[in-house]
């Protein structure tokens, strides 16, 4: 997974016009540390359908606000440089993310 900060989130995710998935991790959060290598095995089996990034609050908080992520985990969806939707906290499951995910490919 790309790594984003703040200097390349515009062009990597709201100019790119692509399918992307953003995952909005923090340095203290364990359940982020845990759905990390799902994310990646998830990453291998949409390759070419979606492109997958990550996304550490911890560095960037202005960011996160501007992109109202309120709580960690937060997998977003972006179409078009648009969010479309998101699974958050207790929600950001492996089945939820991959469902989701298909909703749009």
Same mark, same amino acid.
């Given at each position: 997974m790309t790594e984003l900060n703040k200097d390349?989130?515009?062009?990597?995710?709201?100019?790119?016009?692509?399918?992307?998935?953003?995952?909005?991790?923090g340095d203290s959060c364990e359940?982020?540390?845990?759905?990390?290598?799902?994310l990646e095995a998830l990453e291998g089996e949409f390759t070419g359908k979606i492109k997958f990034f990550k996304f550490n609050t911890s560095s960037a908080r202005r960011l996160a606000i501007q992109e109202k992520i309120l709580?960690?985990?937060?997998i977003s969806i972006y179409k078009d440089g648009a969010k479309q939707e998101e699974v958050t =906290?207790?929600? /950001?499951?492996?089945? =939820?993310?991959? /469902?989701?995910i298909e909703k749009y490919i």
């Open positions: 390349n989130f515009n062009e990597m995710v709201k100019d790119s016009g692509e399918l992307c998935l953003v995952d909005y991790y359940p982020c540390k845990a759905l990390m290598p799902h709580g960690l985990p937060t =906290k207790e929600d /950001a499951t492996v089945e =939820k993310i991959k /469902a989701m």
